[in-house]
């Protein structure tokens, strides 16, 4: 079989799942990871022979990719700011979005020897892209999970930079990681989506990614944005900065919800498709 019918073949084994634009991107992502090969060579190589050995890999993970597995998990690794990052169902795939939060982060503490707390890192991929784009700063990131703070530290490991790690549940205020000492910066991408929602959302979030990353209960929406603000009011430096990703529908309650916690220059940015996805606050 050549790379050009192998694409092909993947396309419409993946046609009841996704659309046929979405189908081509993952079959065409999966083929040039597994393959070793870039975007452009797709063109100059698809009339080549896949071997007969690789092929039965690609059969198996073909086979989970039919199911609904996301393509991040099967091939175990992902792209996000530009760096490669290593993830499995123990974390949430980084999305996009989350690139625009980093970049706020960025421009904001460029030069600066800013101490940095990622609460909730999971993957590390915020932790690890501003330590990478930070070399100042000191970056320290926590989760819940000690399954995604492994996948954490190994991503830290691979990026070569420094990230110090520790387990801390975020709604707990009372007991502080990393000895107390304050922080110039929170930063976090908390679970935010109202389990109502599930129902609209891909099988391929919902049957694989991990429901405490995503999810929070419907009469309590406001969960880990009110423990961030009880967290950040206690554990920032003063003039120190939050910065959060939140879901789009209650930009209006989550600035009241930080104001009401002490915080001034509350700010709600969009993200690049228009809507409104981030919040900055100043303790």
């Known amino acids: 079989m050549t790379i050009k019918q192998l694409i092909s073949d993947i396309m419409n084994t993946l046609q009841p799942l996704y659309d046929e634009r979405e189908a081509a991107a993952v079959a065409s992502w999966y083929v040039c990871v ?3 090969m870039e975007r452009y060579e797709l063109a100059l190589r698809g009339q080549e022979e896949v071997d007969a050995a690789k ?3 690609i059969e198996r993970e073909v086979e989970k990719l039919r199911t609904g597995c996301p393509v991040q998990y099967v091939l175990g690794e992902t792209e996000f700011y530009g760096l490669s990052f290593k993830v499995s169902p123990a974390v949430l795939i980084p999305r996009p979005e989350t690139e ?14 800013a101490k940095i707390w990622d609460v909730g890192t999971g993957s590390g991929c915020i932790a690890v892209s501003l330590a990478k784009m930070l070399p100042d700063a000191e970056v320290y990131a926590t989760d819940i999970s ?42 976090s991408n908390p679970p935010y989506i109202p389990v109502a929602d599930r129902a ?28 961030l603000a009880h ?13 959060v990703e939140t879901y789009h529908d209650f930009h209006e309650e989550l600035m009241a919800l930080f104001e009401s916690e002490g915080f001034g220059n509350v700010r709600s940015f969009r993200d690049l498709n228009g809507r409104l996805r981030f919040l900055a606050a100043t303790r």
């Open 100 to 113: 625009e939060l980093v970049q706020m982060v960025v421009d904001r503490y460029a030069r600066k020897a």
């Open 55 to 57: 092929m039965a890999e």
């Open 146 to 187: 000690e399954a995604a703070l492994a996948v954490a530290a190994q991503n830290a490991e691979n990026n070569g930079v420094k990230v110090t790690f520790a387990r801390h549940d975020m709604t707990d205020a009372e007991h502080l990681p990393f000895g107390g000492d304050p922080v110039d910066v929170i930063v």
């Open 200 to 227: 609209t959302m891909h099988r391929n979030v919902v049957d694989y990614e991990p429901e405490t990353a995503l999810f929070v209960p419907d009469d309590d929406k406001f969960l880990y944005y009110a423990a």
């Open 34 to 36: 597994r393959l070793g």
């Open 231 to 243: 967290l950040s009011r206690r554990a920032l430096k003063p003039a120190g900065g939050v910065f």
